[in-house]
């Protein structure tokens, strides 16, 4: 939930998806990033059919087993499969962060685009709003609302989604308002075009390279806070099972079983390594001056 | 400048009168009752009364609001209704610990992901620069709090250098309190230093292609001399801005890393206060953490006139 | 002139990643002379310079001999070109807004190389910086030391970048495009700057330009530079005279291009377009906390008209508020006070549909051929967009047929309809502006600064083509230029605006003829020309044979 932003894309001459699929076989990060994103969600979807073990299946006989054959990730100190629970987990992780992009996306950028088209009191305000909500240290303010409406996915799903909100709107609004001064936008105007009509036209169709960027990076950090509110209990309940819960149980019991802190961490760090990998590859693909640079 | 300053404290102002309005709100209006919380579901109508006439829950939502801002303007944050003490003096106590917290891994943070940035941007593309790039992609891939029980595990537990956990108060001397900060400062500042080194050696690149460079170097200045003395200023000027951002990371990063390491700080007391309902305590804190965090962007708003002379005759 | 040259560039070959950019380029400059190096972009004349300084972009491999003051400079070592570079030769760009460290003051930015090459003390390293810049024009009561660049206007800081770069009284000096991003008034004034410089330290200038007339005037010799080749060099006057490559020819016609046109008839019937009192302020940030924020007038209290078929010039410097002015009449941007009227009507007064109408019979062509377009739409869309405004729903058949027609019309072909636009070079580009000013027959375009970004011969080729679709067409051109030989070649009648006010109007032959306002006066004075430089170095030439 950080303010990294996707640096202001100017629009790029136009690439089919073809095209840009030929351009990012091409790009060691995209490649990388899209294998490990891809192997994650497919992780998580499998989970919904088939996991190793029941992901809550207790058997106390098993506990704390260190990887083996039969589990290959070990087991947990009420034997559950530590496998079978990350399997779960990441459909959890994904779950999460994939609805608080959404609703930063659905909300901040019509605000941001509409702030940028009308501009005067209207675009004033709602930055003023923004610096507002940016005012509010992001974790603090999710740890409040989790606390306060109470713990648990949807919650988290809701508290992460706010602070995504003003990250959307500042990037839609800035590049928006970097093409409003553009000469095809007064060309569109002097047609009779109105805002509405360009801006969905115009403006959105070239800011959507820089929306996917972004999109990928606040998903990556929607993981990592995730994993951190279920980490202090605000987040996903039990029985599911979360990354960030595993590793709150297993701090407990580092001494004698690490291999219970090594795995859901892992699996943390493989899902935000694989994203940025991807954001990375997609914003050297869409922009042709930053691949120059490289 | 003065003029600008002005304005800005003006809005700094109106931005915490805001807050103030919102975090009241949100806290009392919106959860149960704090007396029923305290008290517990089977407490008596008459008791809970009593208690709520106590702690002037009784009163209209406006007055209550009035003398909760009063009583911030004139320092007096309330008193905890978990620990019956002011909440002043409980900040008092865990601030500490917080602050050398984090100014501690500011510190780490800053020097370690400078001379980074500058050294990937000067050889890029070179096997320096993938290095660090590549180490930096992991570095924020990693969530602090994992990184913080690994490094429990390996300095803590299988090398014993360290202690695992507590604070032994600044009483004890300034080494054991040390040896208690370094590793969660540790984790906190692996994040905050691969985002740095990463923006470092992105501003920097793109300066380096500033016309101004190029100039330089028509002088005569070497590459090395026009780098430090031309780019890395200008290059340093968004850089000023995240680490800005980062103190508010800091801040709220301690909610977590106190609870890995269990450190009375701020940001444990803040958490046991929202599991606690102690919501006297949450309101005065997230008032204070907000208005720290408003009043350091604002700081560096200000340096920013002293880095960059475009700024200074903002009006 | 006598022994060798002070630089001597023989056989130079340049590529770039791979791509050749010069090939085998000859170039001699002589002490105290003045080399003229003109081209169109892609030309290789800047990446000549870049050669000489040996700042090259990484991947870069020249081959040949540079031979400055006999030391090869290709086979001079990093340490040996520092000192070389600022002391030996300096250099002046083309960006004055960007060249300067926008940290820095100007102070330490003109003392820096004499600190670095002499080793000299702050204190003195300053005051040789202060008598510097009183030399280039920026006395201490003008100009203190302490200032930073962005305190500064344009011919400003190109003054400072040209301090810094004769600092060390360089034997030869670099200027690449120094006055492309001026005015013309201060374009000239650089330029005497430049002229007197090298006559007092009999310095060698490389004047690196795209723009024939300048260098014409300016320089002692001249290289023509095509494609990263040579293709004719000489003594200035000698290779106007016996011109004998086509480029050059060709170069030499479109830098004094007139398009044919044919004077429309004088028939008074109502204005097309009449603007009166036209005001148009921007608010500017508050100067104190409570005062009320100042406004800035960009466009004070404008008044003209124009009649049908006519075409009536704009022309002013940057910032004179003549894209403003277009805008407000384009019904982009309410006017403070005044109003528009077109075919008789209020802009400002009408409703949606009265306003479409209207829209209909004015189009626009801007300046940026890469702005232009939506990068993401092919042509059909592109060049359709105008047709949204059209009465009644065109189907898709229309549509083609029209833009189809259209694209004819300014020389395209209708298969280019289902390109984007990255495909087309910048003077096709403009082409395709045009055609979508044209497709819903407009009787006003609204032309702003439609050739400024094209290399000299496109610019021709796009000026016939405006002369020729009024011809055909009867249009009215409102063409806004900073560049009085663009406006002289295509208007009827030009407005010569200054701070946001008109301050000579008249017919373009007799404004241009006999100016009466000192401004106009000025700018015509300013302004580089061809025949009036030819001339006097042929006076000039006559008068040492005589």
């Known amino acids: 939930m950080s303010e990294i932003f996707a640096e202001q894309t100017a629009p790029t001459e136009p690439e089919g998806p073809l095209a840009i699929l030929k351009k990012g076989l091409h790009n060691r990060s995209f490649v990388i990033g899209a294998a490990i994103t891809l192997v994650v969600i497919a992780m998580a979807l499998i989970s919904f059919f088939w996991t190793p073990y029941p992901f809550d299946g207790i058997e106390i006989a098993n506990r ?17 499969d530590v496998l079978s629970m990350i399997m779960v987990g990441a459909r959890n992780s994904i779950g999460v962060a994939i609805i608080a992009v959404g609703i930063g996306i659905g909300i901040g950028v019509p605000a941001g685009t509409w702030a940028a088209a009308r501009g005067g009191w209207i675009d004033e305000t709602l930055m003023r709003v923004n610096d507002f909500v940016f005012a509010f240290p992001a974790l603090l303010s999710a740890v409040m609302i989790t606390a306060i409406f109470g713990p648990g996915a949807v919650n988290a799903m809701i508290a992460i989604g706010i602070f995504n909100i003003p990250v959307f709107a500042r990037v839609a609004r800035g590049a928006a308002l970097a093409l409003w001064q553009r000469e095809f936008i007064l060309a569109a105007r002097v047609a009779g075009k109105g805002p509405v009509h360009i801006t969905v036209e115009h403006i959105l169709p070239n800011i959507l390279n820089l929306l996917i960027v972004q999109g990928t990076i606040q998903f990556s950090l929607g993981i990592l806070a995730e994993a951190g509110l279920s980490y202090l209990g605000l987040g996903t309940q039990p029985p599911n099972p979360s990354w960030g819960k595993m590793l709150a149980e297993a701090q407990t019991m580092i001494a004698i079983a690490p291999h219970l802190a090594i795995f859901p961490g892992l699996a943390i760090v493989t899902a935000v390594l694989g994203l940025n990998l991807l954001g990375d590859g997609l914003r050297d693909i869409f922009d042709p001056r930053l691949r120059r640079l490289k | 400048m003065f003029v600008y300053a002005l304005r800005r404290i003006a809005m700094l102002v109106a931005t915490l009168a805001v807050a103030t309005v919102v975090i009241f709100a949100v806290m009392e209006v919106l959860p149960g009752d704090p007396a029923a919380l305290i008290l517990g579901v089977e407490a008596r109508e008459d008791t809970l009364n009593a208690l709520r006439e106590q702690m002037g829950l009784n009163r209209p939502l406006h007055v209550r609001y009035l003398s ?53 941007a000067a050889r890029h593309n070179r096997v320096a620069d993938v290095g660090i790039m590549a180490t930096t992609q992991l570095g924020i891939a990693i969530p602090n709090f994992w990184f913080a029980l690994l490094l429990v595990w390996m300095f803590a537990i299988t090398l014993r250098l360290v202690p695992s956990g507590g604070f032994p108060g600044w009483d004890a001397g300034l080494i054991p309190c040390l040896q208690a900060l370094i590793l969660p400062a540790v984790a906190l500042a692996l994040p905050q230093a691969s985002i740095l080194t990463r923006i470092m050696r992105s501003s920097l690149l793109d300066t ?17 001399i026009a780098l430090w003395s031309h780019a890395v200023p200008n290059a340093l000027i968004p850089v000023l801005t995240i680490m800005g951002l980062q103190f508010s990371f800091l801040l709220t990063g301690t909610i977590i890393i106190e609870n890995v390491f269990f450190l009375p700080g701020i940001g444990r007391l803040i958490f046991q206060a929202i599991t606690q309902r102690d919501l006297i305590v949450v309101e005065s804190l997230i008032v204070v953490l907000v208005a720290a965090v408003i009043i350091v962007n604002f700081l560096v708003d200000l340096a920013y006139g002293v880095v960059d002379p475009r700024l200074r005759s903002r009006g | 002139m006598t022994g060798a040259p002070l630089l001597d560039i023989k056989g130079l070959d340049l590529a770039i990643g791979g791509t050749p950019i010069l090939k085998s380029v000859d170039l001699t400059v002589a002490e105290g002379e003045i080399h003229g190096v003109v081209g169109e972009s892609g030309s290789g004349k800047s990446m000549t310079a870049l050669t000489v300084m040996r ?55 003109v003392a820096e190389g004499l600190r670095w090459h002499l080793r000299l003390s ?14 280039v024009g920026l006395p201490d009561a003008k100009l203190s030391l302490h200032r930073f660049p962005h305190q500064l206007s344009g011919g400003q800081r190109q003054r400072v970048v040209i301090a810094m770069a004769i600092a060390l009284n360089p034997p030869l000096l670099i200027a690449d495009e120094p006055t492309t991003a001026l005015d013309v ?42 494609d990263g080749t040579v293709v004719e060099a000489g003594e200035t006057v000698t290779l106007f005279e016996t011109m ?49 924020a100042p406004t800035m007038r960009a466009v004070d209290t404008v008044s003209f008209a124009m009649e049908p078929g006519k075409s009536v010039g704009l022309v002013g410097e940057s910032g004179c508020g003549k894209s403003t002015l277009a805008r407000t009449i384009l019904a982009l941007d309410r006017p403070q006070g005044g109003n528009v009227h077109f075919e008789g009507d209020d802009l400002f007064a009408l409703d949606t549909e009265a306003l479409y109408e209207k829209r209909r019979h004015m189009q626009v062509v801007f300046q940026d051929p890469y702005g232009s377009f939506n990068p993401r739409h092919r042509v059909e869309r592109l060049v359709a967009e105008p047709l949204h405004l059209s009465p009644t729903p065109v189907t898709a058949i229309e549509r083609r047929e029209q833009v189809a027609e259209s694209l004819v019309r300014v020389g395209l072909s209708a298969d280019d309809m289902d390109k984007f636009p990255h495909e087309f070079s910048g003077g096709q580009r403009q082409r395709l502006a045009i055609a979508r000013a044209l497709i819903t027959h407009p009787r006003l375009i609204v032309a702003d ?19 020729d679709m009024q011809a055909r067409l009867g249009l009215s051109y409102l063409f806004i230029s900073h560049d009085l030989t663009v406006v002289k070649a295509i208007t009827n009648e030009v407005l010569v605006m200054k701070d946001g006010r008109i301050v000579e109007r008249g017919p373009t032959e007799q404004v241009f003829a006999a100016p009466e306002h000192p401004y106009t006066k000025a700018l015509l004075a300013a302004a580089p020309d061809l025949d009036r430089a030819l001339a006097r170095r042929r006076r000039a030439r006559d008068a040492v044979e005589a």
Request: net charge negative.
């Open chain 1, 64 to 80: 704390l087993k260190t990887p083996n054959a039969d589990h290959w990730l070990g087991t947990d100190h009420f034997g559950r």
């Open chain 2, 68 to 120: 909760w801002v009063t009583g911030l303007l004139t320092g007096d944050l309330g008193t905890s209704y978990t620990y019956s003490v002011p909440v002043s003096d409980l900040i008092n106590e865990r601030i500490g610990v917080t602050l050398p917290l984090a100014l501690i891994a500011l510190t780490l943070s800053t020097l370690i992901s400078i001379p980074l940035g500058v050294l990937a």
């Open chain 2, 208 to 224: 380096l292609h500033d016309d101004y460079v190029r100039t330089a170097r028509a002088k005569g200045l070497s590459q090395r």
């Open chain 3, 55 to 109: 700042l090259l972009p990484v991947g870069s491999r020249p081959f040949g001999t540079v031979c400055f003051q006999g030391l090869d400079l290709l086979a001079a070592n990093e340490p040996e070109m520092c000192s070389i570079r600022g002391r030996d030769i300096g250099m002046v760009f083309q960006e004055p807004m960007t060249a300067l460290n926008p940290v820095k003051t100007i102070g330490q930015q």
């Open chain 3, 122 to 135: 702050k204190a003195e390293a300053e005051s040789r910086a202060r008598s510097l810049l009183d030399r």
């Open chain 3, 185 to 226: 008034t201060v374009q000239a004034q650089i330029l005497d700057l430049l002229r007197d410089l090298v006559a007092e330290h009999a310095m060698g200038l490389i004047l690196i330009s795209h723009d024939l007339a300048v260098v014409a005037d300016m320089a002692d010799r001249i290289t023509i530079m095509k």
């Open chain 3, 244 to 292: 004998t490559h086509s480029y050059s020819k060709m170069l030499l016609t479109a830098s004094t291009h007139q398009p044919d046109r044919t004077a429309p008839d004088s028939a008074a019937e109502t204005p097309l377009l009449e603007v009166r009192d036209l005001v148009r302020e921007y608010t500017l940030p508050r100067r104190t906390l409570f005062s009320k």
């Open chain 3, 449 to 467: 600064e439609p050739v400024s970004a094209l290399d000299v011969s496109i610019r021709a080729q796009i000026l016939d083509l405006f002369a």
